[in-house]
């Protein structure tokens, strides 16, 4: 069969390469000039940095599956650290470390020699993992992350410093509106399974090299054709072939193909599903946006860790949640990447303004002066980074109630909130769902 995969974000390659699997031929179609959607590499800075800087976890099954069957080596492309919360304020001197143990010894290892928390702080965060264990991580009605986290009689030392920053890591969804269902489904997978799954895998290579480059390779070895620069503006159904309207002067319109994976951001599926009169199946999503600001000092700047959280407080304009050290991970010595999720509001002082807080904040939290003052910096806004990952919120099926016609995305429907491992798996997802029918149609 052949097929046509819209979009080369990380949920398109994952649909092109099991297509590729199943003994398919795939054609994918990049609207951009480089691959990887919004897990991309960026030229800035003299250097190849990503729109923003990504991390993933040990439980990202279907991501690191992947990965392994295009040969990629996961001990070459990531670091990989042991679940920590360490903060750089030595003042707040927060440092929880999971324990190179077996589950769930490495959770209460972590727990036992955590500095920067009270007993009561200790008590509370054990007491959340029972009582989630005890409803089977699953809740009867789904709340707001900060409503259970009042269920559940968290301090508010432990909310502050440790369920907040997490929520906002995990869910890019800040813990007043962030549904408590998909915070717990991630729990469930990473803190609650093996110690492994807790893991976070921080990449080595650009976004773009990790997967997509190499998916790509994998795709025009077998017989595929990968498009770049290629816009498709619709999509029409002629019996029972497929034909895409593609606005690029490369015109590979005139190809017919078996069946489509859409696999473009929901509000770019939508207009494509208007051409098939399923526009009203892709809800009209919330977004949150995602600032890194990436700093740069001399090469022998470097952190006491790979990353380190920061202590976020708005009203001293201190914005940063996370700062990255590239030297120790994408040997960019001197580098550092502040990353400020659900950005709306750090983002309207502008680039500069913020750029220069974020550099005091390193400045203030680590104790070096000359953190204040960076040679160079480059701000990178991805407005509508996530969908906002609101209690209770319905996401569409990768299927759709017409043959030949698929979709995958990270706003899919998933347990997962917006991430590379649901676009990963939504992709698997639509994949088999399409080879699948067609097989059932033939026999
Ligand atoms: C700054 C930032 C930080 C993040 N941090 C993390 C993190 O730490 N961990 C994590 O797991 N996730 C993180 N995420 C989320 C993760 O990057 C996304 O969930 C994931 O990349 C979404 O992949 P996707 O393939 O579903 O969509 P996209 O990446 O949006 O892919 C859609 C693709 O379709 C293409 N396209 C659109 N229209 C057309 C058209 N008409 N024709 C052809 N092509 C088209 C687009 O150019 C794009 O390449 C982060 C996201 C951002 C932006």
């Not at 190849?48 to 599956?65: F, M, P, R, S, W």
């Not at 990963?424 to 088999?432: E, H, N, R, W």
């Amino acid at each position: 069969m052949k097929y046509a995969v819209i979009g080369a974000g990380w949920a398109g390659s994952s649909a092109a390469v099991e297509l590729v699997k199943r003994g398919h031929e795939v054609h994918l179609f990049e609207a951009s000039r480089t691959l990887g959607g919004r897990a991309r590499q960026v030229n800035g800075l003299g250097l190849l940095v990503d729109n923003g800087q990504h991390i993933l976890l040990g439980a990202y099954k279907g991501t690191l599956t992947l990965l392994d069957s295009l040969g990629v080596d996961q001990k070459k492309v990531f670091s990989r650290l042991p679940l920590q919360i360490c903060y750089a304020d030595t003042v707040a001197g927060i440092e929880l470390i999971a324990w190179k143990l077996p589950a769930p010894m490495h959770i209460l290892g972590a727990l036992l020699l955590a500095k920067g928390l009270s007993t009561a702080d200790k008590m509370a965060l054990a007491r959340f993992s029972s009582s989630a264990q005890w409803m089977g991580w699953q809740l009867n009605t789904d709340c707001s992350v900060d409503e259970l986290l009042q269920r559940f009689d968290q301090t508010d030392n432990a909310i502050r410093s440790i369920w907040r920053p997490l929520c906002l890591a995990a869910l890019n969804t800040p813990a007043q509106r962030a549904s408590a269902q998909v915070f717990l489904n991630v729990l469930k997978d990473s803190l609650a399974a093996n110690r492994a799954a807790s893991d976070m895998l921080i990449p080595r290579t650009d976004l773009t090299a990790l997967l997509p480059q190499a998916a790509a390779a994998f795709i025009e070895d077998n017989n595929g054709k990968v498009y770049l620069g290629c816009n498709v503006s619709s999509l029409y159904k002629n019996d029972t072939q497929w034909r895409l309207e593609v606005q690029q002067s490369i015109r590979p319109s005139y190809e017919a193909f078996d069946g489509v994976v859409i696999a473009t951001q929901p509000d770019i599926a939508k207009k494509l599903l208007m051409s098939v009169d399923l526009a009203e199946l892709i809800p009209e999503f919330e977004y949150e946006s995602i600032t890194t600001c990436y700093l740069k000092y001399s090469s022998t700047v470097k952190l006491p860790r790979p990353f380190l959280t920061l202590n976020e407080r708005p009203a001293d304009a201190a914005w940063g949640q996370y700062v990255f050290d590239r030297g120790q991970t994408n040997q960019q010595a001197g580098l550092l990447a502040v990353v400020v999720s659900a950005s709306q509001v750090a983002i309207e002082q502008g680039r500069s303004e913020l750029a220069l807080n974020c550099a005091k904040q390193l400045a203030r939290e680590l104790g070096q002066a000359e953190l204040a003052l960076p040679k160079s910096n480059l701000i990178i806004t991805e407005k509508h980074a996530t969908f906002s990952c609101t209690p209770g919120l319905k996401r569409p099926s990768n299927h759709l109630p017409i043959p030949g016609l698929v979709l995958a995305g990270d706003y899919t429907d998933s347990r997962y909130p917006a991430t590379l491992e649901s676009a990963v798996q939504s992709g698997l997802i639509a994949a088999t769902a399409l080879s699948d029918l067609d097989r059932r149609l033939r026999e």
